[in-house]
């Protein structure tokens, strides 16, 4: 038999609350999913899981549905065998190390214009 209300009135007045009802299977089922799915690490940028089992690429080697993939030169594969991207701070660095290496060092500098074995007086005219 249901409580009237004023039965319930007294058990909220007293401390006691109505008993809930266990939720049904479905409903358990899905708590879990929406807990497990929370409690999920975000995968690193530029990466998803695999929708179905393929070859990476690089090393040749199987994934199976559901790992962690990455794109790879020419596909997707192992996020391990992907190109490292270099920060902004490396790739400036490699750049003025060419430059070094090139001979182009500076930004205004220019070949010399001094004749080999001959003074700065008497220098080729200008282009």
């Not at 999920?40 to 993939?69: H, Q």
């Not at 400036?92 to 001959?118: C, H, M, V």
Request: glycine content about 10%.
């Amino acid at each position: 038999m249901g409580q009237t209300p004023a039965r319930k009135a007294a058990k909220a007045a007293s401390g006691q609350l109505p008993k809930r009802k266990r939720p049904g299977k479905a409903q358990r089922e899905a708590i879990k999913q929406a807990q497990a799915a929370k409690s999920v690490v975000p995968l690193p940028r530029g990466s998803l899981r695999a929708a179905y089992p393929g070859t990476c690429p690089a090393c040749f080697k199987d994934y199976g549905k559901g790992e962690v993939i990455t794109k790879v030169t020419n596909g997707w594969g192992h996020p391990g065998c992907a190109p490292r991207q270099l920060s902004a701070a490396e790739r400036e660095f490699a750049r003025n190390k060419a430059r070094i290496e090139s001979g182009e060092t500076y930004r205004a500098q220019k070949p010399s214009d001094w004749r080999l074995g001959s003074s700065p007086s008497s220098t080729r005219p200008a282009r």
